[in-house]
């Protein structure tokens, strides 16, 4: 499809685990961004992407959080040790440049973590 | 404080109803203003953007007062379609180049 595409759509992994999400964003669209977002809550900043280099990842939690997009291109979360509390849906979403003043960002379907 | 602060709802109208949802900033410095709007268990999508002036897309009206840090949705004429929930949506901090969202209003438009 010519959307942003997310998997797995689904993880269950214990606490302790490390998890890898992925994101293909929309071919051509420079800039990636990663959210998550828990229940009753608006999407939550996490890093975002300008072509290979992460331009700004200030919304990172701590440091077992990372996120990698070598080519520029796919995009992939990683997240060590993880904690209940990671338990959230993860979004990526993209744009064809900095969507900080077109606002318009594209958004994948999310990634539905959770940590038993 | 949070940068963007919604009432979560729910607004519960009957079809036809007008209703209003507002959202105030912290950052007297941000610049861009938008509406996004999320189904249950969707992806949030783009509704429309907030222009100083006011701006209108067909049964929706985007207002913004800087002097107040708010911005406003007015929906007239609701739809069960509109059932959702609205996310306000400011772009963050100086430097920072990513839209900051609120936690969202949600909307149960009832026959």
């Known amino acids: 499809g010519a959307g942003v595409s997310q998997t797995p759509s689904n993880k269950v992994t214990e606490k302790g685990k490390y998890v890898e999400l992925r994101c293909d964003p929309i071919?051509?669209?420079?800039?990636l961004y990663w959210y998550r977002q828990s229940l009753g809550q608006g999407p939550e900043f996490l890093i975002y992407f300008q072509g290979t280099g992460a331009a700004d990842d200030s919304g990172l939690p701590n440091d077992r959080f990372f996120a990698v997009r070598p080519e520029g291109s796919v995009s992939t979360l990683k997240i060590q040790r993880t904690e209940r509390g990671d338990s959230a849906v993860y979004l990526c979403?993209?744009?064809?440049?900095?969507?900080?003043?077109?606002?318009?960002?594209?958004f994948g379907e999310g990634s539905r973590l959770t940590v038993l | 404080r949070k940068e963007v602060e919604q009432d979560p709802g729910p607004f519960n109208v009957p079809e036809g109803a007008t209703v209003a949802f507002n959202c105030t900033y912290s950052n007297s410095a941000s610049q861009s203003f938008f509406w996004y709007r999320q189904d249950c268990r969707k992806e949030p999508k783009l509704l429309m953007s907030v222009y100083s002036s006011g701006n209108e897309d067909g049964r929706f009206t985007a207002q913004l007062n800087r002097a107040s840090q708010y911005i406003s949705l007015l929906i007239r004429d609701s739809k069960l379609s509109d059932s959702a929930t609205y996310l306000c949506?400011?772009?963050?901090?100086?430097?920072?180049?990513?839209?900051?969202f609120g936690s969202g209003t949600r909307l149960q438009v009832q026959p």
């Open positions: 949506v400011v772009n963050s901090f100086t430097g920072r180049r990513a839209l900051t």
């Open positions: 071919s051509g669209h420079t800039a």
């Open positions: 979403a993209s744009s064809l440049t900095s969507a900080s003043n077109t606002g318009e960002l594209f």
